[in-house]
């Protein structure tokens, strides 16, 4: 299993403006990947964010709007770049535990909530 | 694209009633995993099925993966208030490498 640590828990920010997303793990994590979740809906991922690397995006998403950060085994950042309202969403972290096979369980963070005003 | 579709979208239930949530998808998967979020918890994992037509149980929660390993239903018995919450499926498809989720099924229960 895996202990996440994700902060902030909730934001409330202003057009324009950036916001970065920690998640911390208590032990070193093979996969990482950052999801939205908007209210009332299912979860879409952003990307997989790779240690030592570029993250890879998934369609629809880009690094200039979601730049991601995994500096080490156990962090990594989300940042959500000038934010509109329509950014306005729950940004989790997530990862898998074992040696990155796409069948593994994922374990979630606790969630921000991103309010754009 | 891959695309996982849950039925019901919402599904209000009486306590102690059984009701079943399904799963589709539009390919073949390799596996299915089911999981739970609660009202402003995050998702939890509950379980996967990897074996065409197999099944799966959890004290009152049954979970079944279809025969053409395209759609999956998780079925509970005897609803608590403790159900409460929003039931994702998440498959990855054949010779994929990436989980899809449904849509989710909300569960409400009235006592």
């Known amino acids: 299993s895996a202990v996440i640590s994700q902060k902030p828990s909730r934001d409330i920010c202003q057009r324009g403006t950036s916001l970065t997303i920690q998640c911390q793990v208590d032990?070193?994590?093979?996969?990482m990947f950052w999801y939205r979740q908007q209210p009332g809906q299912s979860l879409t991922l952003i990307a997989t964010?790779?240690?030592?690397?570029?993250?890879?995006?998934e369609s629809g998403f880009v690094i200039d709007k979601f730049p991601i950060s995994r500096p080490n085994l156990t962090f990594s950042t989300l940042t959500v770049s000038n934010m509109s309202p329509e950014d306005s969403s729950i940004y989790l972290c997530?990862?898998?535990?074992?040696?990155?096979?796409?069948?593994?369980?994922?374990?979630f963070g606790s969630g921000t909530q991103l309010s754009v005003l | 694209g891959q695309q996982v579709m849950q039925i019901p979208q919402y599904q209000h239930v009486q306590e102690g009633e059984d009701f079943t949530t399904y799963c589709n998808s539009s390919t073949t998967l390799s596996n299915i995993q089911w999981y739970k979020q609660r009202p402003g918890g995050h998702p939890v994992f509950l379980i996967q099925?990897?074996?065409?037509?197999e099944v799966k149980k959890q004290k009152r929660l049954t979970f079944q993966f279809g025969e053409a390993k395209k759609n999956s239903s998780l079925h509970i018995t005897a609803t608590q208030t403790t159900d409460v919450g929003t039931y994702f499926c998440?498959?990855?498809?054949?010779?994929?490498?990436?989980?899809?989720f449904g849509g989710g099924t909300r569960v409400l229960v009235k006592p």
């Open positions: 964010a790779n240690q030592g690397s570029e993250a890879t995006y």
């Open positions: 998440a498959g990855i498809k054949a010779a994929g490498n990436k989980l899809t």
């Open positions: 099925l990897v074996k065409s037509g």
């Open positions: 997530s990862v898998q535990t074992g040696q990155g096979a796409s069948n593994e369980k994922l374990f």
């Open positions: 032990s070193q994590v093979t996969m």
